[in-house]
């Protein structure tokens, strides 16, 4: 009952009075639905049924005699089932039972109510049950609903997918997609309850609002349903951001850092490049905001474009940050992407400063550094090491020859120990590990030896 109630609220049928359990279509009592003291009874839907009125607390049914279309369509309008679509006589729906409350009736279709219209009194007529009137009418017809695929804001180009879908009964008609702005216009017949339209590359044209219509053929008439919510397709140029970078033909280096350094009056030449799925477009070269190339004509592979920009000779007024910007002109609008990346170019006056020699320079030096640097920490460790050795293992005697040498003369020594264990085929770290008193004796001999040597070769190592 309260499914029913909804439905005919949703209808605008009125207040649901009596609804029978059996609700098969057709054959036997189907579903009644009443309103305003009438009600289409057996029908096969709520919207068509053999027609029955309201009269002194009991349902009647009504003769055919004088019944057609104009009735058919005022009994349509009180019953907010919107058009007549057909009439019926001789019982179409069923014989009806009790009273034949109208008979005669005439109506010249603009009648709020059937029983305004020209009738016999009630109760009045010269006919049986088999001569029972009905109608069908169009019923509250629903709108198309619209839905947009991958999304309503599409790149240009890209595929769109428009779904028009019904939900009615009234299944097999036409779907009609419309553009609310202007004449595009796509239909299909379907006999489901969508349709859905293909715009396999969108233009930038396409941008507008959308709704759907659904048009069924009735008979000789066609009718329209209700014009359908509107959806809005925006389609929008999606450039991707160019790349920049600087070729130096003299040198054939490319340089893609942010920052370059040029000989003054050296050739060099920008390269501007994008991926894009459009077809040519140009590239204007953009020098720190403040002034702009002309355009150059993009050209390579439909995905891969790109244009040069040419110095011959480094000027002064040539310095600055460059930038790359890729547009293209469709349908008499210009579209622009994003700035490149910026590229900074920086004169250096003298020959000798460009940015190869530069670098080659602090790599040497970098290297230079890191020897001194290991050298230093080898000849303090080997010195710590042998100062353990000469006190714990060797006597006075040696303590005291060390003694006589300047400090600087054990680092001498030291070193020289170091070549010696090389010479010997030791790798150092074995030395201060495992050492014996004999050996280590040895070794001081031979070291109080050397060491005087190594103490002249001192001062070209301090150098
Ligand atoms: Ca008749
Ligand atoms: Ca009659």
């Keep these: 009952m309260k499914k029913a109630e909804v439905v005919c609220k949703q209808l605008d049928c009125g207040s649901v ?31 068509s049924g053999r ?53 005669n009736v ?56 428009f779904t028009c879908t019904m939900v009615t009964e009234h299944l097999g008609g036409t779907f009609i997609l419309q553009k609310n702005s202007d004449s595009f216009k796509m239909e299909k017949y379907s006999d489901n309850d969508a349709a859905m339209f293909i715009i396999r590359k969108v233009e930038l044209s396409h941008t507008g609002s959308y709704h759907c219509k659904y048009r069924k053929r009735l008979t000789n008439k066609n009718i329209d349903f209700p014009e359908g919510d ?19 033909p003299s040198a054939m280096v490319m340089f893609r850092p942010d920052k370059v350094e040029l000989k003054s009056g050296s ?80 004169l250096t006056g003298s020959s000798s400063g460009s940015a190869i020699t530069g670098a080659v320079v602090g790599l040497l030096l970098l290297v230079l550094l890191l020897l001194a640097a290991y050298f230093f920490w080898r000849r303090r460790g080997q010195s710590a090491r042998a100062m353990v050795t000469f006190s714990s293992r060797v006597g006075e005697v040696i303590k ?11 680092d001498g020594r030291d070193y020289n120990t170091l070549a010696n264990e090389y010479g010997n085929g030791h790798s150092p770290e074995e030395k201060g590990a495992e050492v014996d008193p004999q050996s280590t004796l040895e070794r001081n001999v031979t070291e109080d030896l ?13 150098s």
């Design 17 to 47: 009075v009596s609804i029978s359990s059996a609700a098969h279509y057709g054959v036997g009592t189907g579903p009644v639905w009443e309103a305003k003291k009438i009600r289409l009874a057996n029908g096969r839907s709520q919207c």
């Design 51 to 103: 027609v029955e009125v309201y009269h002194k607390g009991q349902w009647g049914t009504v003769c055919d005699d004088e019944w057609e279309v104009a009735n058919a369509e005022v009994v349509c309008r009180q019953l907010g089932c919107g058009e007549a679509i057909s009439f019926f006589g001789n019982a179409h729906f069923g014989r009806g039972s009790g009273q034949i409350w109208l008979d």
């Design 106 to 161: 005439e109506c010249t279709g603009q009648e709020v109510a059937l029983t305004q219209c020209s009738h016999n009194a009630f109760g009045e007529n010269n006919c049986g049950h088999g001569e029972d009137a009905g109608v069908i009418c169009l019923g509250n017809l629903p709108k198309p609903q619209i839905t947009l695929s991958p999304a309503t804001d599409v790149g240009l180009g890209d595929r769109v997918e």
């Design 230 to 248: 509107s959806a809005k397709l925006t389609v929008t140029m999606h450039l991707e951001q160019p790349s920049i970078s600087l070729t130096s």
């Design 267 to 346: 050739s060099f030449s920008i390269t501007c490049s994008v991926h894009s799925k459009y077809q040519g477009g140009f590239f204007y070269l953009v020098k720190a905001n403040l002034s702009t190339s002309e355009p150059k004509p993009a050209f390579g592979h439909s995905i891969f474009l790109l244009a040069y920009f040419e110095f011959p000779s480094v000027m002064p007024k040539d310095q600055g940050e460059y930038s790359c910007i890729y547009g293209i002109n469709i349908s008499a609008v210009l579209y622009k992407s994003i700035p490149s990346k910026s590229l900074q170019v920086i």
């Design 400 to 410: 005291q020859d060390k003694e006589e040498k300047t400090t600087g003369a054990h």
């Design 450 to 462: 050397s060491g005087r040597v190594c103490y002249e070769l001192e001062p070209l190592i301090h």
